[in-house]
Nanobody, 123 residues
Framework: QLQLVESGGGLVQPGGSLRLSCAASGFTLDYYAIGWFRQAPGKEREGVSCITSSGGGPNYADSVKGRFTISRDNAKNTVYLQKNSLQPEDTAVYYC????????????????WGQGTLVTVSE
């Protein structure tokens, strides 16, 4: 069974940091690009960041550029999302997703989704 499991979510104060992890089981991430998505309450899911299978070409949504950093450790079969300077508008359920398709933030190409981890940014 192919699974992605996110961890690292929680409650953090504005200006704080969190690191999310996305661990794969049942398959190797070596050949997959990994995207992070988020869905805030009452809003549609949006792509946040993406990294290619080789670790290249990371890209970021404008709303998180300069604050979030995506990375991967294929030896650990895990992808990370370091989130700094968190703001209340970053509150959302964060999902990681794997694809071998051409566009890693295009949901049409996603092959495996994680179950999501909640991040709440609040005083």
């Amino acid at each position: 069974q192919l699974q992605l499991v996110e961890s690292g979510g929680g409650l953090v104060q504005p200006g704080g940091s969190l690191r999310l992890s996305c661990a794969a089981s049942g398959f190797t991430l070596d050949y997959y690009a990994i995207g992070w998505f988020r869905q805030a309450p009452g809003k549609e899911r949006e792509g946040v960041s993406c990294i290619t299978s080789s670790g290249g070409g990371p890209n970021y949504a404008d709303s998180v550029k300069g604050r979030f950093t995506i990375s991967r450790d294929n030896a650990k079969n895990t992808v990370y999302l370091q989130k700094n300077s968190l703001q209340p508008e970053d509150t959302a359920v964060y999902y990681c997703a794997a694809t071998r398709g051409p566009h890693c933030l295009d949901e049409r190409y996603i092959e495996v989704w994680g179950q999501g981890t909640l991040v709440t940014v609040s005083e």
